[in-house]
């Protein structure tokens, strides 16, 4: 019977999906023993994944909760199979993505300090930031204090599921859709990351949701923010090190961008860090895939995995094929 190592702290009534034909095996933080299993699903967090990995023995496939793969090749080397759970964070981190942009363009972290100082008449201070941040300096009566998304050129980098859930949700703000991702499609016109530089000047809002590799590491550096236009929202949902995070600093601070990142470089940011300081942005500490409904849905898409390695279908979310 196959084994099925998977994380103690999950409930087992999360896991009432599974195939009968597989043994379910326990997997503690605490795992102080070699255990014998066939297919492992590692705990959501690399740190404590990686203290189990080494009593695991005759692992053939792994199951990953997460849609981010990249500690697990180094880990488990070459001769396993590796599935991500593609689909399970859509919902979650294209919801951030709304949320992020929203937020910023509606100036809530400065609201929420305005709240937070008891003083009505700092609202005006947006309209302040406005003109600073846009570079828009005329008068305009009533003076401005928030933006729309509505009719605003948002440059999505990566169309893949997560891409391509956020255009979903976009759909009723009628914004100008620009898209990149490895490789150029049409229906809808995806460009190539090759496009990338010159479509940066046309954007309003850059979204990057995209994995980190050899090839998007630093995608984003000094040269890309030149090219930004003035006031550009910079959205990272994705990973940190696809921007150049002494780059970002140095285009926050001189006030030619604003950013809302989930995600940074180094993680977790330490205290003290640059960035912490930065102004016109927001930062939450990687949780945009985070829902109660996450561990459902991650696991579903485990036991679907599942049951076509059982039945030797091809298996629909395979990021490292076994040599
Ligand atoms: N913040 C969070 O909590 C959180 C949660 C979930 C996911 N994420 C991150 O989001 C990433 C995307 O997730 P997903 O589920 O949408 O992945 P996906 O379905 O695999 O799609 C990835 C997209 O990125 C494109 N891409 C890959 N390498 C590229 C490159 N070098 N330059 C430009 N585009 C590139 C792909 O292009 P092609 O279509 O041409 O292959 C594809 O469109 C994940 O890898 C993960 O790092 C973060």
Request: proline residues 8%; negative net charge.
């Amino acid at each position: 019977m196959l084994r099925v190592g998977y994380p103690a702290v999950f409930a087992t009534e999360l896991l009432s999906d599974f195939p009968r034909e597989v043994e379910l095996v326990r997997l503690p933080d605490d795992l102080d023993h070699d255990v014998d299993i066939d297919v492992w699903i590692p705990i959501p967090y690399p740190t404590r994944a990686l203290k189990i990995w080494p009593h695991l023995r005759g692992v053939r496939l792994v199951l990953n909760l997460m849609a981010g793969t990249e500690w697990i090749p180094a880990a488990v080397g070459p001769h396993v199979t590796i599935c991500n759970a593609r689909g399970a964070h859509n919902i979650p981190t294209a919801e951030w993505t709304i949320s992020a942009i929203l937020s910023m363009l509606k100036y809530f972290p400065l609201f929420l300090d305005v709240q937070r100082s008891g003083q009505w008449k700092r609202r005006f201070e947006a309209s302040a930031n406005y003109a600073h941040i846009t570079g828009d300096t005329k008068v305009i009566f009533p003076p401005v204090m928030l933006e729309e998304l509505y009719g605003k050129t948002v440059l999505l980098v990566g169309h893949g599921a997560i891409g391509q859930q956020i255009e979903q949700m976009l759909a009723p703000f009628h914004v100008n859709l620009l898209r990149v991702a490895r490789t150029a499609r049409a229906e809808p016109l995806v460009y190539a990351v090759s496009e990338l530089d010159s479509l940066l000047p046309q954007a309003e809002i850059v979204v990057l949701i995209l994995p980190h590799t050899a090839e998007s590491h630093h995608l984003i550096g000094s040269h890309q923010f030149a090219l930004m236009r003035q006031g550009t929202l910079l959205v990272n949902a994705a990973r940190g090190a696809i921007v150049d995070t002494d780059a970002l600093v140095q285009a926050l601070d001189s006030g030619h961008i604003r950013a809302a990142l989930d995600v940074t470089d180094p993680e977790p940011l330490p205290e003290g860090h640059p960035l912490w300081s930065c102004p016109n942005l927001l930062l939450t500490p990687h949780v945009a895939g985070s829902s109660p409904q996450f561990a459902a849905r991650s696991l579903a898409t485990a036991a679907a995995e599942l049951r076509l390695y059982l039945t030797g279908e091809p298996m629909q979310n395979i990021v490292q094929h076994s040599i």
